[in-house]
């Protein structure tokens, strides 16, 4: 049995493009003209690490709240009516739990966006654990969200425990908990870009996971 964390977005759901889509479209309504694709980039970090790349600190610290309210309101009118889980995504946690495995989410959405995400994908009732913004203080690639997971898990043993993500934020957060961390290619981070961050193994997506299953480290044993 082992403890498996799992981030949401790009990783579960087919939601990078739409938050990324959000945050150009808010970051335009006050005046900031950023790109979609460059957004994209910084996908996987929360917005308190990722508007500081695009927002001068000045104008952050006087309406970096005000913009992330807005982002937020308009993913959840706009966007999140379009998330799509990825293929596999039920079969997998269907496995998973056969297996005898405990399995957490770990996200940096709000805890009324992580309970939407798991009605989307299907797996409400295969979770053990979900974590949210509220319980870390710093989003990735800080380890806080992981380490709470750890948290509410009961603190395993160091390899017993391992992070699924989609990037490479998501494999250096788990590093810094000091935890090993399975890639996938979902999210559209490039597997060498993975690969440097960490991730002992890479795979397609959940469905190319839950294919390779007997092979994987989930099953031989991690490092």
Known sequence: MRNLIFDIDGTLLDSVDLHAEA??????????????????????KGGDQLMPVFV????????????????????????LPKVRPFPGVRALFE????????LALASSGKADEVERYQEI????DLVDVATNSDEAERSKPHPDI???ALKRLGHPHRGQAVVIGDSPYDAEAA????LPAIGVLCGGFPEAQLGEAGCIAIYRDPQDLLDGYDRSPLRRGLP
């Open 23 to 44: 945050w150009a479209e808010a970051f335009r309504e006050f005046g900031i003209t950023v790109p979609p694709g460059e957004v994209r980039t910084q996908i996987g």
């Open 121 to 124: 994908a299907g797996i409400r």
């Open 146 to 148: 992981f380490e709470a």
């Open 95 to 102: 496995r998973l739990k056969a297996e005898g495995h405990v």
């Open 56 to 79: 001068p600190k000045e104008r952050l610290e006087r309406e970096g709240e005000t913009i992330e309210q807005f982002r937020s309101r308009l993913f959840t009118d706009k966007y």
């Open 175 to 178: 590093r810094k908990a000091g």
